[in-house]
């Protein structure tokens, strides 16, 4: 049993549904845990891990 | 090996370290303490132009910019979180010519315990210790978040995957 912090108030876990999804492309692996409480969303978690990140390119220009 | 023109990738990371300035006028800054770097969220928005978007336009963290809002809720404190920086940029050679100056915070951004019903996409990095001077913008797929953790999980900080790249080729 755990401890779930929901817009109720801190509520066990055992008293709600819960359901997770992901999201996987070429830019992020997301995740996301989400517990209802009779049909309510009282809690949803969001976790990002970003595979690209802004490059920038610099170019020295040939002298002469 | 024959000498060859190139940018030297030490240089790369002195830049992230603003070790150099090449202003005419000396810039007001103060170059001998450590800045303090936050990240703030950004909600959705449709805008396409520079000027109706978080993106490379961006020159400093406002709580709306370009028209876009920071997002608000319960447990978010505008501008965001601070980010754990210990550990120093760095620079890898790839080649005689090239290389790659990068840095990742050391851990990762976690906003704990909000609610955030608008959908947001987008995170804004910038220097807090420098009139709040942009650094990137990263972006993600919409969420929302209630009562819970948003969490931003760092890359391994390598030449590939680093946070913030500086890459001369």
């Given at each position: 049993m755990a401890i779930i912090t929901t817009t109720k108030g801190d509520i066990d876990d055992s008293l709600l549904q819960y359901q997770t999804g992901s999201l996987d492309n070429e830019n992020e692996t997301t995740t996301w845990d989400e517990y209802y409480l009779d049909g309510e969303l009282v809690h949803r978690s969001v976790h990002v891990t970003l595979k690209k990140s802004p490059l920038t390119d610099f170019v020295s220009n040939l002298m002469g | 090996m024959a000498n060859t023109q190139s940018m030297c990738t030490s240089f790369l990371p002195q830049l992230m370290s603003a070790q150099h300035n090449f202003s005419s006028t000396n810039v007001a800054r103060t170059v001998n303490t450590v800045d303090t770097f936050k990240a703030a969220l950004y909600v959705t928005t449709s805008g396409t132009t520079t000027t109706t978007c978080?993106?490379?336009?961006?020159?400093a963290y406002a709580t709306t910019v370009n028209g876009v809002n920071e997002v608000s809720g319960t447990n978010y404190t505008a501008g965001g979180v601070t980010v754990t920086n210990a550990v120093n940029p760095t620079s890898t050679n790839t080649s005689v010519t090239a290389g790659v100056g990068y840095w990742t915070p050391s851990a990762n951004i976690v906003y704990t315990?909000?609610?955030?019903?608008t959908s947001f996409d987008t995170m804004l990095l910038y220097n807090s210790s420098q009139s709040n001077a942009a650094v990137a913008v990263f972006t993600f797929g919409a969420q929302t978040v209630t009562a819970g953790t948003f969490t931003l999980t760092m890359p391994s900080n390598t030449t590939s995957s680093a946070l913030l790249r500086l890459q001369t080729t």
């Open positions: - | 978080l993106c490379a336009s961006v020159t315990n909000v609610t955030l019903s």
